[in-house]
């Protein structure tokens, strides 16, 4: 039985990447309506964050993935790609992050309202 909430929207998701275009341990810069965003691969569970770093504009999808932790490839920043959250500056600011849902073989991210 669906479940209702009063005022909720559901969210509306497109499909930005397959399945296989990321192998664990890697990123994939996507499009995402006019958002830049950056997929990555944790262990076979994918997560969508920012592309662009707060700190300067460094290129997130160019870093490095270890494990859950995101490193920019321009001045080393450090982020949890599964919460956003700044693990080493000089980024001040937590990115962005984004539902995702894999339907098939397609990666679907939820559309920022
Ligand atoms: S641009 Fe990412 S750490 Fe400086």
């Given at each position: 039985?669906a479940?209702?909430v009063?005022?909720?929207?559901?969210?509306?998701?497109?499909?930005?990447?397959?399945?296989?275009?990321?192998a664990p341990g890697?990123?994939?810069?996507?499009?995402?309506?006019g958002?830049?965003?950056?997929?990555?691969?944790?262990?076979?569970?994918f997560?969508a964050?920012?592309?662009?770093?707060?700190h300067?504009?460094?290129?997130?999808?160019?870093?490095?993935?270890?494990?859950?932790?995101?490193?920019?490839?321009?001045?080393?920043?450090?982020?949890?790609?599964?919460t956003?959250?700044?693990?080493?500056?000089?980024?001040?600011?937590?990115?962005?992050?984004?539902e995702?849902?894999?339907?098939?073989?397609?990666?679907?991210?939820?559309?920022?309202?």
């Amino acid at each position: 039985m669906a479940e209702f909430v009063a005022g909720a929207k559901p969210a509306r998701f497109v499909t930005v990447a397959r399945v296989d275009d990321l192998a664990p341990g890697e990123l994939l810069g996507a499009r995402l309506t006019g958002h830049a965003i950056c997929l990555a691969n944790v262990d076979g569970r994918f997560y969508a964050v920012a592309a662009t770093c707060p700190h300067l504009g460094g290129p997130l999808a160019q870093g490095e993935l270890e494990g859950s932790v995101l490193t920019c490839p321009w001045h080393m920043a450090q982020f949890n790609v599964r919460t956003g959250c700044v693990l080493r500056g000089p980024a001040r600011t937590d990115l962005a992050t984004y539902e995702v849902r894999v339907v098939g073989d397609e990666i679907r991210v939820a559309v920022p309202e």
